[in-house]
Nanobody
Framework: QVQLVESGGGLVQPGGSLRLSCDAS????????MAWYRQAPGKQREFVAS???????NYEASVKDRFTISRLNAKSTMYLQMNSLKPEDTALYYC?????????WGQGTQVTVSS
């Protein structure tokens, strides 16, 4: 069964940290470009970060110096280390896997940054 499952979200104070995980099953994980997207209430889903099959990374400008994307192919897992979190980072965070014309999505994990 092809599945992406996100975890690690929660409520954190401004300036805090969270580590999100995306566990993949049913795919040859190492071949996929993996990415994180997020969607805040009333806004469109937006790109956060991506990591290619050769581990080349790309970040949205507002998170570049605060977030780190990584992957562990042996565990079919992708991570997003989020530091110095801001209220504007509050959103539902989605995992995405792309290979050729195939694009897979998880159900999302909620991140809320609030004092």
């Amino acid at each position: 069964q092809v599945q992406l499952v996100e975890s690690g979200g929660g409520l954190v104070q401004p300036g805090g940290s969270l580590r999100l995980s995306c566990d993949a099953s049913g795919i040859v994980f190492r071949l996929y470009t993996m990415a994180w997207y997020r969607q805040a209430p009333g806004k469109q889903r937006e790109f956060v970060a991506s990591i290619g099959s050769a581990s080349k990374t790309n970040y949205e400008a507002s998170v570049k110096d605060r977030f780190t994307i990584s992957r562990l192919n042996a565990k079919s897992t992708m991570y997003l280390q989020m530091n110095s979190l801001k209220p504007e980072d509050t959103a539902l965070y989605y995992c995405n896997a792309v290979l050729g014309g195939s694009s897979l999505w998880g159900q999302g994990t909620q991140v809320t940054v609030s004092s």
